[in-house]
């Protein structure tokens, strides 16, 4: 036993500094801090999305609307004011119409010769005539702008229900209330084309009663009767 070898293993010693330590509550404060700034970076990925997204909403606001009925109504407009301005005989001006009532409206005088009183009486009739025709002209008139506003207020419905923005929400209102405008206008011509053929109506038939009484006065008057003179009814030959 004492000449046997004796295997020994050999110890290696590991250096002191190749030991990895695990701290715990540092790992833990490490993950929380991670944690935090991940939620600050997402915090501001948020709130840069919503910046983002109001800049979206104002780009819509203020967007304008791409479409107008402003030159449909207008041209409407001006079709109902030609109709009025080519009103026969009697026209939309308070110095012609107080020029033609004091003219052929206005007392019978009495050295009107029978041939002016008959004159004037025609004219008075024409002028009544005429604003009946211009009545119709302009109810006419309104009647054809009835499809025009029914196809421009379909389109302007259309346009406020697809609208993105405040803007073009406003803009829409503005051409309806436009188009209230223009309807309203022609209802006014309407009224007035009417008031004026009923005003010329009434006034032919108190003329026409005023001269009948200076008519009738005429003919009852006694006049000189017949006063006998000279007439030569055949050639003497000379």
Do not use: C
């Amino acid at each position: 036993m004492m000449s046997a070898p004796i295997a020994l293993s050999p110890i290696v010693a590991t250096p002191a500094y190749a030991l990895i330590v695990f701290d715990p509550s540092n790992y833990a404060q490490n993950v929380l801090t991670a944690a935090r700034s991940l939620q600050h970076i997402t915090n501001q990925i948020t709130s840069l999305q919503n910046e983002a997204q109001m800049l979206i909403n104002q780009a819509k606001n203020l967007a304008s609307l791409p479409f107008s009925a402003l030159q449909q109504i207008q041209q409407s407009v001006q079709r109902t004011q030609q109709l009025l301005n080519q009103a026969q005989n009697l026209a939309f001006n308070v110095q012609q119409i107080d020029q033609m009532f004091q003219q052929k409206y206005g007392n019978v005088s009495l050295s009107t010769t029978d041939r002016q009183l008959v004159a004037d009486a025609r004219s008075r009739w024409q002028n009544t005539v005429g604003g009946l025709q211009d009545a119709m002209r302009v109810q006419a008139g309104v009647v054809g702008n009835i499809d025009t506003n029914r196809t421009q207020m379909s389109a302007l419905v259309g346009q406020s229900q697809g609208a993105t923005g405040a803007l073009q929400a406003t803009q829409v209102g503005n051409q309806l209330l436009a188009l209230q405008s223009q309807q309203l206008s022609d209802l006014v011509a309407l009224i007035s084309a009417n008031g004026r053929a009923g005003a010329l109506t009434e006034a032919e038939r108190s003329a026409a009663a005023e001269q009948g009484r200076e008519q009738r006065r005429r003919f009852l008057t006694p006049g000189a009767g017949y006063q006998p003179g000279n007439a030569q009814m055949f050639n003497n030959g000379n």
